[in-house]
């Protein structure tokens, strides 16, 4: 797949970058690799049939399987997506695609379909599902970089 050319000025949220403690590493340790990797699955078959399916490559299991090795390095795991791809610089990543807050919200709408199945499909801890969500929804405002007012 070719690299998309950002064709709009690049808009930063006056939040900065995330607030958020990370994620608590007891996720990792109830979940397992495995389970993250089988719920970031999931989260991209939502995608795929999503008003943003065209932020993503043509192999969403790939994808799947790169944003998973991201999330285990995130949660205290070993450091597969530094291995593998090098430095997260999520913003910069996500700087080929045009991100508003719309975007984001179809984003946090897919993952949230999957978390509420999270305890019993992946052995995700309960306890930690507020602090899951409130890392996701700062994680994903930085990744916003398109300001409501652009034009397409």
Known sequence: MQR???TSPIYTPA???PQVARPSSEILE????????RMLGDLYRKLEHSTIRGMF??????ASRKSAAFFVQLLGGRPRYNEVYGQPRMTQRH???DIDGGAKGVWLQCFAEVLAEAESAYGFPPEHLPGF???LDSFSA?????AEDQNL
Do not use: C, I, T, Y
């Open 4 to 6: 998309k050319e950002r």
């Open 15 to 17: 939040s900065g970058p």
């Open 30 to 37: 109830k979940m397992g690799e495995e389970g993250v990797f």
């Open 57 to 62: 490559p043509e192999d969403m299991e790939l």
């Open 95 to 97: 700087l080929p695609f």
């Open 133 to 135: 969500r409130a890392f």
């Open 142 to 146: 930085w990744m916003v970089n398109k």
